[in-house]
């Protein structure tokens, strides 16, 4: 009894490779059928034509038989004379109808019915191909009556012939028909296979090669299809096929890379999280001292360290979770500005100048610690960009930042009169491990502020056509329900 839940054996699904049957194999079963029905279709009417033709060629000897026969002195012809006529054009009895009078040219064994009429001046399609397999099917001695139109002034003229000497006629156009089929079937089908395996299996198949050996290894570059130089439908699916084998690739090395990333920063997770605990405890001790230097400063330090703490316990969410969800609430941007500013060391710089051009009493709907990491990633990066030695010569090295207020979404904007960002790194400016444009970097700053500006409903992008470069921060706030806001102004 089969347990509930329990999954079927897949390796069952698949048959034995001798037992596969190849697209060749069934592209030539159904080329032979298809050939071999329109054969069918061209035979049927054939042997239609071939009676019709033979009935017409019986008429037409008739015909001449009936001259010979009526111009005979008195229309008295020997009988001797007149079997010779009949046999000589396969009849047994010839009959001309002229005005009121039908009159027998000539007659020998005289059957005693005639089996079937055949008025050859009314004959359709549909009536002559019946007609023609009943003959074939029909396996007595029967005989028929063949009408036509008379030569000279006669109405129609009557020929009584046996149907077994056409049949025996129709059987052997039929064989013959049967064995230049199968010679051109044949042929044909050989045609065919030889072409569509040219054009559609062997491409298939070089296709499916390949999809095999990618499939077991493919982080190989190898492994990855060259493209023909077809412009059809093949061609263009080994293309996209090409790409998309690079595209996987490059995305598998991306997250190997983020896989060793993760395994190195989960090994010093553990010690680096005791020695920032540590550093707590200092701080906690220091805040004691009465020193007013001291006490002006250990606050932030204290804060500085909190934030590490928590910094730690996340830095393996990227990659493996999603960020936590932001805690949103109106946040004046003057101080968060500020603590960024302290954090990125250039409270002291005098090297970079600062300038903050924020509107004043300026807040935003955000979450304070999220925005202070996209705010510190965004100025880090600015000040690592002025202190690099792509920086222009002459130029001022400053960190602008700015902010205003546009209806409902607060705006940001972080500049520097740095060298500004590579084209070839705009493409994947806001990707992991892709959009970093000085050596030794890993991108990840910009992908993590750009998740953290999404997860408030906003956007992070870069300004074109600015001196050095600008990052801007658009966050909407939030929509306010209005029953929420009735019950707030009534519990007020």
């Given at each position: 009894?089969?347990?509930?839940?329990?999954?079927?054996?897949?390796?069952?699904?698949?048959?034995?490779?001798?037992?596969?049957?190849?697209?060749?194999?069934?592209?030539?079963?159904?080329?032979?059928?298809?050939?071999?029905?329109?054969?069918?279709?061209?035979?049927?009417?054939?042997?239609?034509?071939?009676?019709?033709?033979?009935?017409?060629?019986?008429?037409?000897?008739?015909?001449?038989?009936?001259?010979?026969?009526?111009?005979?002195?008195?229309?008295?012809?020997?009988?001797?004379?007149?079997?010779?006529?009949?046999?000589?054009?396969?009849?047994?009895?010839?009959?001309?109808?002229?005005?009121?009078?039908?009159?027998?040219?000539?007659?020998?064994?005289?059957?005693?019915?005639?089996?079937?009429?055949?008025?050859?001046?009314?004959?359709?399609?549909?009536?002559?191909?019946?007609?023609?397999?009943?003959?074939?099917?029909?396996?007595?001695?029967?005989?028929?009556?063949?009408?036509?139109?008379?030569?000279?002034?006669?109405?129609?003229?009557?020929?009584?012939?046996?149907?077994?000497?056409?049949?025996?006629?129709?059987?052997?156009?039929?064989?013959?028909?049967?064995?230049?089929?199968?010679?051109?079937?044949?042929?044909?089908?050989?045609?065919?296979?030889?072409?569509?395996?040219?054009?559609?299996?062997?491409?298939?198949?070089?296709?499916?090669?390949?999809?095999?050996?990618?499939?077991?290894?493919?982080?190989?570059?190898?492994?990855?299809?060259?493209?023909?130089?077809?412009?059809?439908?093949?061609?263009?699916?080994?293309?996209?096929?090409?790409?998309?084998?690079?595209?996987?690739?490059?995305?598998?090395?991306?997250?190997?890379?983020?896989?060793?990333?993760?395994?190195a920063v989960s090994k010093i997770n553990h010690?680096?999280?005791?020695?920032?605990?540590?550093?707590?405890?200092?701080?906690?001790?220091?805040?004691?001292?009465?020193?007013?230097?001291?006490?002006?400063?250990?606050?932030?330090?204290?804060?500085?360290?909190?934030?590490?703490?928590?910094?730690?316990?996340?830095?393996?969410?990227?990659?493996?979770?999603?960020?936590?969800?932001?805690?949103?609430?109106?946040?004046?941007?003057?101080?968060?500005?500020?603590?960024?500013?302290?954090?990125?060391?250039?409270?002291?710089?005098?090297?970079?100048?600062?300038?903050?051009?924020?509107?004043?009493?300026?807040?935003?709907?955000?979450?304070?610690?999220?925005?202070?990491?996209?705010?510190?990633?965004?100025?880090?990066?600015?000040?690592?960009?002025?202190?690099?030695?792509?920086?222009?010569?002459?130029?001022?090295?400053?960190?602008?930042?700015?902010?205003?207020?546009?209806?409902?979404?607060?705006?940001?904007?972080?500049?520097?009169?740095?060298?500004?960002?590579?084209?070839?790194?705009?493409?994947?400016?806001?990707?992991?491990?892709?959009?970093?444009?000085?050596?030794?970097?890993?991108?990840?700053?910009?992908?993590?502020?750009?998740?953290?500006?999404?997860?408030?409903?906003?956007?992070?992008?870069?300004?074109?056509?600015?001196?050095?470069?600008?990052?801007?921060?658009?966050?909407?706030?939030?929509?306010?329900?209005?029953?929420?806001?009735?019950d707030a102004r009534a519990r007020g």
């Amino acid at each position: 009894m089969a347990v509930s839940g329990q999954e079927p054996d897949r390796t069952m699904a698949k048959p034995p490779p001798g037992l596969r049957f190849g697209l060749s194999g069934k592209l030539l079963l159904l080329t032979i059928p298809l050939i071999l029905i329109v054969e069918i279709l061209i035979y049927v009417p054939s042997i239609a034509n071939f009676r019709v033709n033979r009935l017409n060629d019986r008429l037409a000897a008739a015909n001449t038989a009936a001259l010979v026969l009526d111009a005979a002195p008195s229309g008295m012809v020997p009988d001797a004379l007149a079997r010779q006529i009949l046999a000589s054009i396969g009849a047994r009895a010839v009959a001309i109808k002229s005005g009121q009078q039908r009159r027998l040219l000539a007659a020998a064994d005289m059957p005693k019915k005639i089996d079937h009429d055949v008025d050859m001046r009314e004959i359709g399609v549909g009536s002559a191909i019946f007609d023609a397999f009943r003959v074939m099917l029909d396996s007595g001695d029967e005989v028929m009556r063949i009408l036509g139109p008379a030569p000279g002034s006669g109405q129609f003229i009557e020929v009584v012939v046996d149907e077994k000497p056409l049949r025996d006629a129709m059987f052997r156009f039929s064989r013959n028909v049967l064995l230049l089929s199968l010679v051109m079937t044949s042929i044909t089908a050989g045609l065919i296979y030889y072409a569509l395996h040219h054009l559609f299996v062997r491409p298939m198949r070089r296709v499916t090669a390949n999809l095999v050996a990618f499939h077991e290894n493919p982080e190989s570059t190898a492994r990855i299809i060259e493209p023909s130089k077809r412009t059809d439908e093949i061609g263009v699916a080994e293309r996209e096929l090409s790409d998309m084998q690079r595209d996987l690739v490059s995305m598998l090395h991306q997250k190997s890379h983020l896989a060793a990333l993760g395994l190195a920063v989960s090994k010093i997770n553990h010690d680096l999280r005791n020695l920032l605990a540590s550093s707590q405890l200092l701080s906690d001790q220091l805040a004691s001292v009465p020193d007013p230097r001291v006490q002006r400063f250990a606050p932030k330090l204290m804060r500085s360290l909190e934030r590490a703490i928590a910094f730690c316990q996340s830095t393996l969410s990227y990659g493996k979770a999603q960020e936590a969800a932001p805690d949103r609430r109106m946040v004046p941007i003057e101080p968060v500005i500020n603590e960024v500013r302290e954090s990125a060391g250039l409270a002291s710089d005098t090297s970079i100048e600062w300038i903050n051009a924020i509107e004043r009493g300026l807040t935003v709907d955000a979450d304070p610690d999220q925005l202070f990491r996209v705010l510190l990633n965004l100025v880090r990066n600015a000040a690592q960009a002025l202190e690099s030695e792509k920086s222009g010569a002459g130029v001022a090295r400053q960190i602008r930042v700015t902010g205003r207020r546009e209806g409902a979404v607060t705006i940001l904007e972080i500049s520097d009169t740095g060298p500004g960002i590579p084209e070839k790194a705009k493409a994947h400016l806001f990707e992991a491990f892709q959009g970093s444009s000085r050596d030794g970097g890993t991108g990840l700053g910009l992908a993590i502020a750009a998740e953290l500006v999404r997860a408030h409903g906003g956007e992070l992008s870069l300004v074109d056509g600015t001196l050095g470069a600008t990052f801007r921060i658009m966050i909407p706030d939030r929509a306010v329900e209005l029953h929420r806001l009735r019950d707030a102004r009534a519990r007020g």
